[in-house]
């Protein structure tokens, strides 16, 4: 099975500050898919950003950016100009391309608070 | 926002009761997913389903069962609930296709007594 790992379990910046989390993970094969997800205290966990391993461009989402090193296999979350409401855990998850199957494999998670 | 439901969000019960978590979804999507996850840990997949009638267990081994009778629902019980069922549960679904992006319910929160 892949493996994800998120080295950092709790990151903390200031507002308006920008933080990068980190995302390793190890496989054998060269389509899928990786995504980072956020899950707020007590609420429900939601889809922050998504990269397919074939492109080289790095997705963006607004605020939100990935910086994907395939060679290296890392996935990291850049939050830009950060908002007390990006306070969460973050999850760094991946998928396989081959076959039909939708399994994630998540990592163990990253805290993130904003210091106002 | 995705539009998957869970009931309850938030269950106390005491040990040995049999208790049924509810998942339903409304996009139609064929994979769905029962995840246990404690406080601000790592998620856990305990069962999943590609379809109707097709349930698989997942990589934690639990002593919950699940169904698939409906495209939309997918219920997990606990035949005789003990204190280490206490956690949160999430429902997930995705659809096959490019992405296989999971769409997460607002989780239930078990605990037992």
């Known amino acids: 099975a892949q493996t994800v790992t998120q080295s950092q379990p709790e990151m903390s910046v200031q507002e308006a500050e920008t933080v990068t989390l980190s995302c390793t993970y190890d496989?054998?094969?060269?389509?899928?898919?990786l995504f980072w997800y956020k899950q707020p205290p007590s609420r429900q966990m939601i889809l922050v950003i998504r990269q397919e391993a074939y492109k080289q461009q790095n997705a963006t989402e607004n605020r939100f950016s990935v910086n994907f090193q395939k060679a290296a296999k890392s996935f990291s979350l850049k939050i830009s100009d950060s908002q007390l409401g990006d306070a969460a855990m973050y999850f760094c998850?991946?998928?396989?391309?081959?076959?039909?199957?939708?399994?994630?494999?998540f990592g163990t998670g990253t805290s993130l608070t904003v210091i106002p | 926002e995705a539009d998957i439901y869970q009931t309850p969000r938030y269950l106390v019960i005491g040990t040995g009761k049999k208790i049924t978590l509810e998942c339903s979804q409304t996009m139609g999507h064929d994979k769905m997913y029962w995840y246990q996850q404690d406080p601000g840990m790592e998620l856990h997949l305990i069962h999943y389903s590609y379809g109707v009638n097709s349930t698989e267990k997942g990589d934690l081994s639990s002593e919950s069962t699940v169904s698939r009778i409906r495209t939309e629902h997918f219920p997990l019980t606990l035949e005789s609930a003990r204190p280490s069922h206490t956690s949160q549960y999430l429902c997930?679904?995705?659809?096959?296709?490019?992405?296989?992006?999971?769409?997460f319910g607002p989780g239930t929160r078990l605990t037992v007594l």
């Open positions: 496989t054998s094969e060269s389509d899928y898919y």
């Open positions: 997930a679904s995705s659809v096959t296709g490019l992405w296989g992006t999971q769409y």
């Open positions: 998850a991946y998928r396989s391309g081959i076959g039909t199957g939708n399994q994630f494999y």
